[in-house]
């Protein structure tokens, strides 16, 4: 159920002077490593990426990812839908030299032969996106129909922290 534009190699000089745009699913299914981290591999990331230069010439790609991922409620064990948004800009490199002069805002993009497997970009990017430990929203976890917003806020604010989720668990024993 993923789409071919997204499961193929670009090359990544040639997408960025065209200012190329791809946009897609990729099931989870299809990301072993995403998967495992995952209560159930049903569903799939929204992925839209857009390729081009910086004003400094720079070539980069700017993505966007959207999914609802099932993960596993740590207080009940049982599975909570999580919203995830997460934006991301990569600049290809050649080495880790080039790696190293990149302005600070740019997380660098390893080039193989000057290609990027966009599939492997994405299941990377999702990887870090993915909150350590999610929680249903109502503290009793009674409700399966917690809200999924409320989820996601939780979430979202974890993540910047992995240690708060840390002091939250020793509130709730
Ligand atoms: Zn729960």
């Not at 990426?49 to 980069?60: A, C, M, T, V």
């Not at 050649?94 to 993009?109: I, M």
């Not at 870090?128 to 999924?148: E, K, R, V, W």
């Amino acid at each position: 159920m993923s789409d071919r534009s997204l499961q193929q190699n670009v090359e990544f000089i040639k997408y960025a002077d065209q200012y190329k745009m791809l946009s897609g699913r990729i099931a989870f299914a299809d990301m072993p490593r995403v998967a495992e981290l995952l209560a159930s591999s049903n569903g799939s990331v929204e992925a839209e990426l857009k390729f081009g230069r910086d004003e400094q010439n720079i070539r980069i790609v700017q993505g966007r990812l959207t999914c609802d991922a099932e993960l596993v409620c740590q207080r009940c064990l049982g599975n909570v839908i999580t919203h995830l948004e997460t934006t991301f800009v990569l600049a290809g490199v050649f080495s880790d030299e080039q790696a190293r002069h990149l302005p600070k805002d740019y997380e660098p993009l390893l080039l193989v032969n000057g290609e990027v497997c966009v599939a492997d970009m994405i299941e990377e990017e999702l990887l870090l996106s993915l909150p350590m430990f999610a929680y249903h929203s109502n503290p009793d976890c009674g409700d399966i129909s917690a809200d999924a917003d409320n989820d996601s806020l939780a979430t979202e604010a974890e993540k910047d922290n992995p240690f708060a989720v840390l002091s939250g668990l020793k509130l709730t024993k």
